[in-house]
């Protein structure tokens, strides 16, 4: 930089050329300053968005995920009810037997302590009883076959014929097979503790080797009933999908779940991809509407209508209107909560025939849905384009009345899977992933019909003994 002296020693040409080099200079300098007012920018936004943590309130994050974390604000509309039961609510007690299994007589001394006069028995009579419930000590027994042979005088010998189920000199019988699947799928009790509570309630060792013996022999017998679930799932109205991550011999395999009412098929796959859906219902559901969290893969899955989870809409908007705290989220946000309410009060005429209500959140939601948003707010830029992609599927649950607004049923299916891994830490390979999917499919449809899942995994253990009875006696014949 020359000085003031200096420039007045200088001639025109001299000062054009001096002038020419420091506006180049000012120019680049320029350039870098805004190059660097850009970065500034984005890395506030950075600082903005690590600043704003992800939990389950605000994201997919499971609720697990919140343990060592401070949770945000609560999906859950704050109601003027009081905490506990309600008015009218009536509680649940323990009920006396009107046929106990044992009856103890408790009288009082035969001679009178104060007279010392003699009473009989006959003469007593109970003035109140009282009732302890409680369970037999567990104990195994065992059951012993013998087969006998009878030889005739003309020389024949004729021998009897153990059971078809009885196969080797000392097994496991259907009941106590039943009771460790039911222990495992039902109640995620890991190998090593299963053998152990067996061995403390029963006396009987097993090892972790016969655990899965036994898991193998339940899974196949209820492959029917697993098959005929898949069946009604693929028939049903309205079905809802979900998938996630899962550890299968170390490696990251992903659970599927398909669900409705009454029926959930799980499966376990190699894939989160589309391929997986095609392995399951290669047709899709060209009958039902499709439920999901707004996956790509589960969105391309053929159906006759879908639904995304608008729950999950509002937890991304809760994060989002933190972030950048402008109002568009929050209208959003409101806009997607009354639809919700509205969902409850609805009747069903009003699914099918014009409804306004309905017609103005409808007609709001296109109006912000096509509002524009400023190029700062580029993630909400980016969320907003998702949306209209997803436009068709936003709002059918306010037109079929079975169609839910959020896909809570299918999270509460799969997360059985995440409870076990989080007690077991993953399947030790790809046939005990597919067990535990086959039984825990069955187990949960028993339940959603309110049935009783150990009784129902019994039962197919018996099936398939009369199946193999009924084959060895036509062999006979």
């Known amino acids: 930089m020359l000085s003031k002296e200096e420039l007045h020693k200088l001639d025109k040409n001299d000062l054009v050329e001096y002038s020419y080099d420091l506006g180049l200079k000012y120019d680049k300098l320029m350039a870098k300053v805004e190059g660097l007012i850009d970065e500034i920018k984005v890395l506030n936004v950075k600082i903005k968005e690590l600043s704003v943590k992800k939990d389950s309130s605000n994201s997919s994050l499971p609720p697990s995920h919140d343990l060592f974390h401070n949770k945000n604000q609560s999906l859950r509309v704050k109601s003027d009810k009081k905490s506990g039961g ?44 009282r009732q302890v419930i409680d369970i037999p000590e567990i104990k195994a027994f065992t059951k012993e076959h013998q087969v006998f042979e009878s030889v005739c005088e003309c020389g024949y ?82 079905i809802g999908g979900d998938e996630s991550g899962v550890k299968v ?90 639809a919700i309410e509205l969902k409850k009060v609805m009747t069903l005429n009003q699914y099918t025939e014009p409804f306004e209500p309905r017609d103005a959140i409808i007609r709001e939601y296109d109006i912000l849905l096509n509002e524009e948003l400023s190029e700062s707010f580029f993630k909400l830029i980016s969320y907003q384009k998702g949306l209209k992609k997803r436009r068709p599927y936003t709002f059918n649950f306010l037109y079929y009345p079975d169609v839910p607004a959020d896909n809570n049923a299918s999270e509460r299916a799969i997360r059985n899977v995440k409870v076990k891994l989080k007690i077991s830490g993953g399947f030790r390979s790809v046939r005990g992933s597919a067990i535990f999917a086959i039984i825990r499919s069955v187990i949960d449809t028993t339940i959603k019909k309110e049935g009783n899942p150990f009784e129902t995994i019994k039962f197919a253990l018996n099936v398939a003994i009369s199946k193999k009875q009924f084959k060895a006696n036509q062999l006979i014949v």
């Open 86 to 129: 309600q008015p009218g609510h009536h509680g649940v007690t323990l009920l006396p037997s009107a046929t106990p299994d044992i009856i103890m007589e408790h009288f009082p001394d035969e001679r009178c302590p104060k007279c010392g006069k003699i009473h009989s028995k006959e003469s007593m009579k109970m003035i109140e009883s």
């Open 157 to 238: 010998t004729d021998i009897g014929n153990f059971p078809v189920q009885v196969t080797a000199p000392v097994q496991y019988g259907v009941n106590l097979i039943s009771y460790v699947a039911y222990l495992s799928s039902r109640q995620f009790v890991p190998y090593n503790r299963l053998a152990e509570l067996v061995k403390t309630t029963t006396g009987i060792s097993m090892s972790e080797g016969t655990i899965y013996n036994m898991l193998h022999k339940v899974a196949t017998s209820l492959m029917p009933t697993y098959q005929a679930i898949k069946d009604e799932v693929s028939k049903a109205a309205v």
């Open 249 to 338: 011999m170390m490696q990251k395999y992903w659970a599927w779940v398909w669900q409705t009412v009454l029926a959930t098929y799980i499966e376990i796959n190699n894939t989160r991809g589309y391929a997986a859906v095609l392995k399951a219902f290669p047709d899709g559901f060209p009958q039902a509407t499709y439920v999901t969290d707004s996956l790509a893969t589960q969105i391309k899955t053929p159906a006759k209508n879908h639904q995304i989870c608008i729950v999950h809409v509002i937890r991304d908007f809760n994060y989002l209107k933190v972030l950048y705290l402008e109002n568009w989220s929050n209208e959003m946000y409101d806009l997607l909560q009354r």
